[in-house]
C-alpha cells in the first residue's frame, strides 16, 4: 500500500507549479478556427476536471483547496470570459462538441453560462450532431459529458464503450503509445474520472487487473511520466488496485522541485512559456493522480483501522 504521504507532496507541488503559470493559459487569440481555440483552451477544461476531483474526493488540504477555487476562478473569468467565449464558440460552429466538451467540468462545479446550454441543445436537435465522424474513445467521451450535463447520450454509453479499443479487450501486446491514451480515457469516461468505479464493466476491470501491472512497469521503465501518472489514475479507479507501491517512488523522483512534471526522462532547459507548453499536461495529471492515489491511500489505512 502507497502512503498517502508521498502523493500528497507530488500533487500539493503539482498544483502550486500550476498556480504560478495560471497567466499561461491562454484564451482568445486572434481569429483561430474553433479547433484552433479548442486546442489552446483544452489545459483550462483539463483543469477544471481535475478541480472536480480535488473537492470531490476532500483529501487536500486547505491551502491546496483554496489554490484550486482561486484558479478555477481566474480561468472562467479570464480565459473563458464568464463563459461568454464558449458560447461564442459553439454560435460560431454549432455542430462542433468542443464547447460542450469545456463547459460541463465548470459546470457541474457551479460555473453556468445558459447561452452554452442552450446552443448545445439546439445543435443536437439535428441528424449531423449524431452523424459528426470521431474515434471511438472521443465519441464515448461526449456520450459521457452530454449524460453529465443533464442531456440523453447522442449514442448510448454501452455502445460507444463497446466500439472503443478496451471495450474489445484486444490482444494486450497492441496497446502500444497512441492506443495507451485512449485505454485510460476510456477508464476516465466510464468511471466519471474515478468518481464511479462501478460504472466500469466487470470484464474490463478483470482485463486490466492482468495487463495494467504489466503497461505500468512498461511505461515507467521508459520514463514516460506522462502515461504513467494516467496509468497510476486507472489502478486508482479499479475495484482492487494492483499497483507495485514503488513505482510511486520512481513517478515522485521524476517532478523537478518547483512542481513540473517531465512527459518523458526529464524537462529540457526552456523558457517559461515553452516549459508550459512541455510541462503542463504531465503535470496536471499528476496533481490527479496524487489525488486519487491519497484518496485511496486514506480509505485503505481507515479500513485497516476498524
Not at 460555473?111 to 452523424?131: F, G, I, K, M, P
Request: hydrophobic letters at 40%; glycine letters at 8%.
Amino acid at each position: 500500500m502507497t502512503s498517502p504521504q508521498l502523493p500528497h507532496t507530488v500533487g500539493a507541488k503539482a498544483l502550486d507549479w500550476l498556480s504560478a503559470n495560471r497567466s499561461r493559459f491562454r484564451g482568445r487569440e486572434g481569429d483561430a478556427t474553433g479547433r484552433e481555440l479548442g486546442e489552446q483552451l483544452k489545459p483550462v477544461g483539463e483543469f477544471a476536471v481535475v478541480g472536480k476531483v480535488l473537492f470531490r474526493e476532500g483529501v487536500a488540504g486547505s491551502r491546496q483547496s483554496e489554490v484550486v477555487r482561486e484558479l478555477l476562478d481566474y480561468l472562467w473569468r479570464e480565459p473563458l470570459e464568464g463563459g461568454g467565449l464558449l458560447a461564442h464558440m459553439q454560435r460560431r460552429e454549432p455542430l462542433s462538441p468542443i464547447p460542450l466538451e469545456l463547459y460541463v467540468p465548470f459546470r457541474e462545479l457551479g460555473y453556468r453560462h445558459r447561452d452554452v446550454e442552450d446552443c448545445a441543445n439546439s445543435a443536437r436537435r439535428l441528424a449531423s450532431w449524431r452523424a459528426m465522424e470521431m474515434g471511438p474513445t472521443r465519441r464515448l467521451g461526449l456520450a459521457r459529458v452530454e449524460e453529465r450535463a443533464g442531456m440523453e447520450a447522442s449514442l448510448p454509453v454501452p455502445e460507444a464503450t463497446a466500439r472503443t479499443w478496451l471495450g474489445q479487450t484486444p490482444e494486450p501486446w497492441s496497446a502500444e503509445y497512441y492506443v495507451s491514451y485512449d485505454v485510460t480515457h476510456t477508464v476516465f469516461h466510464l468511471t466519471d474520472w474515478g468518481e464511479r468505479p462501478e460504472g466500469l464493466p466487470a470484464r474490463i476491470a478483470d482485463y486490466l487487473a492482468l495487463w495494467l501491472p504489466v503497461w505500468i512497469d512498461d511505461w515507467a521503465g521508459m520514463e514516460h511520466w506522462d502515461l504513467l501518472g494516467e496509468l497510476l489514475v486507472v489502478d486508482a479507479c479499479l475495484p482492487r488496485p494492483v499497483l507495485d507501491p514503488d513505482i510511486w517512488q520512481r513517478y515522485a523522483d521524476a517532478q523537478r522541485a518547483d512542481g513540473a512534471m517531465p512527459v518523458q526522462h526529464s524537462l529540457p532547459d526552456a523558457g517559461p512559456d515553452e516549459t508550459f507548453d512541455i510541462a503542463f499536461h504531465p503535470t496536471l495529471v499528476a496533481a490527479f493522480a496524487s489525488v486519487m492515489a491519497t484518496s485511496r491511500a486514506m480509505t485503505a489505512l481507515t479500513g485497516a483501522a476498524r
